[in-house]
């Protein structure tokens, strides 16, 4: 007889077997048990997590002798030849091979008959999400107002691929990945029944190594029985599978912590010569950083339960040894380095500089406790957002003030006088709105200045930017000079005239614009030369920018 490998062998063949989709079984148990089956259902999720087990068993349930029922009898004629894939009334259909119309075609027409045997034609179509469009738009009618005696289940691994028009039609379950602990027990209660040893560690590395897949841990596994016989070890499963030693991540670390560099590159000399794929090393090193990151920040339950009990204490051993921060700077690193190993020419050079600057990545600090450890004479000044206005303690050297860029002149100082004529700005709008209502074009020159104010019968404006003499031009022309004037006068109610000027304050602008370099250079000068921001700046190897 012919070998059956250990993914078919351990195949589930009740809803109680199957691992890590309770909220999947519940609800089809109830929905046998409350007669409330539907005629389509979904089944998505990732490979080997119980799909087409789950399809199968509830067709057997369907059609079982002692049926419809929960628990099918696995003894009777149907519920064999279920198992055995040769019911005819419950087709399995790969949608990969039989992705066109014509073949959806045949399946309308064969939906039509009647069972042969047992109480419903089941269809079971795997990866349907490989059909074609003219397929799926072929599917609808039937699938949405099927005979009563037909049921289809669709199994797929990319459910974003499924046309909403078909989603909308079927009851959709989500199945998860098994978690790593789920998937340990499984596989110890299995191997306990066929009388094959295996210590915990081994256990984990293969359910780790299958990324949530129940059916890839079993592969694996039957692949370790075939290597070292009824005694698995995790050295062995390393050496098969390619893996690292647990214990080099842990001595890298401390080497980073250390800040060995020397220690650092010769552990990766080490792991190259030692035939150990640079990526799967890297993605090693990050999943036992975020270990680490999990512990630190208090959250280590989340990811100790799926490591072996040896292991636990030394990991918690040395996070102890890390702040949470420091742990987040190093995985980003590491993450840097393993997204650019697909496309370097050159990977290990790659994760040798992401190793030094590991080695010389600087401890996270607290600012308040660095402050307290500098001493000097006093605490740092604050800043106007962090002690509210308040003077900082000690003497400070007093900055000089920034010069103007506008200098008023005398004249503007006499802007009071505009009170007798209400106020300046309501005059300036007043007079804004006068003369576009008349002139647009000479509104828009007006529009471009700044009023000074009154003097001496005059009103004053300032023009500054690069059309500030086409306006003055525009405005010195006596025919528009006189429409202004006129609205001036009627407007404060005695005679005023218009006296238009080049604003004084745009030479100053400018010269504060050339020189806004040095007047920064001259305060981190200042800055400086504070005893307390000297020694804060050499504490942290910092500068002033």
Same mark, same amino acid.
């Given at each position: ?371 307290? @450890? ?5 605490? %740092?000044? &604050?800043?106007?957002?962090?002690? *509210?206005? /308040? =003077? #900082? +303690?000690?003497?400070?050297? @007093? ?5 103007? %860029?506008? &200098?008023?002149?005398?004249?503007? *100082?006499? /802007? =009071? #006088? +505009? ?127």
């Amino acid at each position: 007889m012919s070998y059956l490998v250990l993914a078919r062998k351990w195949r589930p063949q009740t809803f109680e077997d199957i691992v890590g989709q309770e909220h999947v079984t519940t609800t089809l148990r109830n929905a046998i048990r409350n007669n409330r089956l539907a005629h389509a259902y979904l089944f998505t999720g990732p490979r080997g997590v119980g799909k087409t087990t789950a399809a199968r068993i509830l067709a057997k349930a369907v059609n079982c002798i002692q049926g419809p029922t929960e628990h099918p009898c696995n003894q009777c004629s149907f519920c064999q030849e279920i198992t055995t894939s040769r019911s005819i009334d419950v087709s399995e259909i790969d949608g990969a091979s039989n992705r066109g119309i014509d073949e959806i075609r045949q399946l309308r027409e064969s939906v039509q008959y009647t069972p042969a045997q047992g109480r419903r034609r089941i269809y079971i179509i795997d990866e349907v999400h490989m059909l074609t469009k003219e397929a799926f738009n072929a599917l609808l009618k039937t699938l949405e107002e099927p005979p009563s005696h037909v049921m289809f289940i669709f199994a797929t691994t990319e459910a974003a691929k499924v046309p909403a028009t078909i989603m909308s039609r079927c009851q959709r379950f989500d199945f998860r990945r098994i978690a790593v602990a789920d998937m340990v027990a499984y596989l110890e209660a299995k191997l306990r029944a066929e009388g094959i040893t295996a210590d915990e560690e081994s256990l984990f590395l293969i359910a780790q190594k299958s990324e949530g897949s129940l059916r890839d841990a079993i592969s694996l596994l039957d692949q370790m029985i075939s290597y070292v016989g009824e005694n698995i070890t995790a050295a062995d499963v390393r050496q098969v599978l390619g893996l690292v030693d647990g214990a080099l991540y842990f001595k890298a670390v401390e080497l980073y912590r250390a800040k060995d560099t020397a220690g650092a590159l010769a552990l990766l000399e080490e792991v190259v010569a030692g035939g150990y794929d640079i990526q799967e090393f890297t993605i090693g090193l990050m999943n036992h950083l975020r270990r680490l990151l999990y512990i630190s920040a208090g959250a280590g339950e989340a990811v100790l339960s799926a490591l072996p009990r040896e292991s636990r204490s030394q990991y918690q051993e040395q996070a102890e040894r890390f702040d949470s921060r420091d742990l987040s700077r190093m995985i980003r690193i590491v993450m840097e380095a393993e997204a650019g190993l697909k496309r370097s020419s050159q990977p290990k050079l790659l994760l040798e500089l992401a190793f030094i600057r590991l080695c010389s990545l600087d401890a996270t600090v607290v600012i308040e406790d660095l402050l307290q @450890k500098i001493g000097g004479n006093g605490p %740092l000044p &604050a800043g106007p957002a962090e002690d *509210g206005g /308040r =003077e #900082a +303690a000690g003497p400070q050297p @007093k900055a000089r003030e920034a010069p103007e %860029l506008y &200098a008023p002149t005398q004249d503007s *100082g006499r /802007r =009071e #006088a +505009a009170a007798n004529h209400n106020d300046v700005g309501r005059l300036w709008s007043s007079l804004l709105a006068e003369v576009k209502a008349q002139n647009m074009i000479l509104g828009n020159c007006l529009e471009s200045a700044r009023p000074v104010g009154l003097r001496d019968g005059a009103f004053i404006l300032n023009f500054s930017g690069p059309q500030a003499k086409f306006s003055i031009t525009k405005l010195e022309n006596r025919q528009y000079q006189i429409l202004v004037e006129e609205q001036l006068s009627r407007l404060c109610g005695e005679k005023l005239r218009l006296i238009c000027r080049l604003d004084e304050a745009e030479p100053q602008a400018s010269a504060a614009r050339t020189t806004r370099e040095e007047e920064m250079a001259r305060k981190r000068r200042e800055a400086e030369s504070i005893p307390q921001v000297k020694n804060f700046l050499k504490a942290i190897d910092g500068e002033i920018i």
